[in-house]
């Protein structure tokens, strides 16, 4: 991931490997983690494709998108600006992840994914995500990016899903141009972009309640803003891994 200017990167130990942002990387990371294998991970190869799309299970939880740093940017230059957010507590409607470790951007983002909305439900009690959601719900953003720093629990998940990829990890410190951005349907029912580089959490808008994450209204929200302007002239690389119930689970 690109570094951000508001990123606060603490020390020189704040080093992870790269993510390959596929489903068997993020579904080795969230068992791992202490997510149920009941909790399924699935690339959408296509956003315009209705057979494609079809062979995705649903509801769908979360959309974990990675985009060119320099599409994520140019998306985003008019919030830049936005208020720094301060929240903490059971009551918000999301729960928010600052960013303080380098290139964990894909590790951030599927926190996000998983900590939110209706994949919460797959978190195994005892397990060390649930432990770790105990302790930050309560912290503000600082000293709840401090605990994801500290904890040797992330930072061993984080190393064995790093091996799991399509290619080679490449050495922590070298550059990654890209942003790992996580859009989930919050239990409020709203799209939220979540991103532990920016300032907060960004409310996109309401969904209805048949609408989940990849429903053409979030989209139009979320990913496609992200599309709009990579087809004025930016860098079309985009991935997106979508979060939902195991085919054999949707009928349950």
């Given at each position: 991931?690109?570094?951000?200017?508001?990123l606060d990167?603490q020390?020189?130990?704040?080093?992870?490997v790269?993510?390959?942002?596929?489903?068997?990387v993020m579904?080795?990371?969230?068992?791992?983690?202490?997510i149920?294998?009941?909790?399924?991970?699935y690339d959408v190869y296509s956003i315009?494709?209705?057979?494609l799309?079809?062979?995705?299970?649903r509801?769908?939880?979360?959309?974990?998108?990675?985009?060119?740093?320099?599409?994520?940017?140019?998306?985003?230059r008019?919030e830049?600006?936005?208020?720094?957010?301060?929240?903490?507590?059971?009551k918000?409607?999301v729960?928010?992840f600052?960013?303080?470790?380098?290139h964990?951007?894909?590790?951030?983002?599927?926190?996000?994914?998983?900590?939110?909305?209706?994949a919460?439900?797959?978190?195994?009690?005892?397990?060390?995500l649930?432990?770790?959601?105990?302790?930050?719900?309560?912290?503000k953003?600082l000293?709840?990016?401090n605990?994801?720093?500290?904890?040797?629990?992330?930072?061993?998940?984080?190393?064995?899903a790093?091996?799991?990829?399509?290619?080679?990890?490449p050495?922590?410190?070298?550059?990654?141009?890209?942003?790992?951005?996580c859009?989930?349907?919050?239990?409020n029912g709203h799209?939220?972009e979540?991103?532990?580089?920016?300032?907060?959490?960004?409310d996109r808008?309401?969904?209805?309640?048949?609408?989940?994450?990849?429903?053409?209204?979030?989209?139009q929200?979320?990913?496609?803003?992200f599309?709009?302007?990579?087809?004025?002239g930016?860098?079309?690389?985009?991935?997106?891994?979508?979060?939902?119930?195991?085919?054999?689970?949707?009928?349950?």
């Amino acid at each position: 991931m690109a570094i951000p200017e508001n990123l606060d990167v603490q020390g020189e130990k704040g080093y992870f490997v790269p993510l390959e942002n596929n489903p068997e990387v993020m579904s080795h990371l969230a068992q791992e983690l202490g997510i149920s294998s009941d909790l399924g991970f699935y690339d959408v190869y296509s956003i315009d494709e209705p057979e494609l799309l079809a062979v995705i299970p649903r509801p769908v939880y979360a959309l974990l998108f990675i985009c060119p740093a320099e599409v994520y940017w140019k998306a985003r230059r008019k919030e830049q600006n936005i208020a720094v957010y301060d929240g903490s507590g059971d009551k918000e409607p999301v729960i928010w992840f600052k960013q303080t470790i380098r290139h964990a951007c894909g590790l951030i983002g599927l926190l996000h994914g998983l900590s939110n909305g209706g994949a919460k439900k797959y978190i195994t009690s005892g397990s060390d995500l649930d432990g770790l959601l105990k302790e930050a719900i309560p912290l503000k953003p600082l000293p709840r990016a401090n605990l994801l720093y500290e904890s040797r629990a992330l930072e061993a998940a984080h190393r064995s899903a790093a091996q799991q990829g399509d290619t080679a990890a490449p050495p922590a410190e070298d550059e990654n141009n890209q942003h790992f951005i996580c859009f989930v349907k919050s239990d409020n029912g709203h799209l939220w972009e979540l991103e532990g580089g920016w300032n907060g959490p960004l409310d996109r808008g309401a969904l209805k309640p048949d609408e989940d994450a990849l429903s053409e209204h979030a989209l139009q929200l979320g990913v496609r803003t992200f599309l709009k302007e990579a087809q004025t002239g930016g860098n079309l690389s985009f991935s997106i891994v979508a979060l939902a119930p195991k085919s054999n689970e949707v009928n349950r």
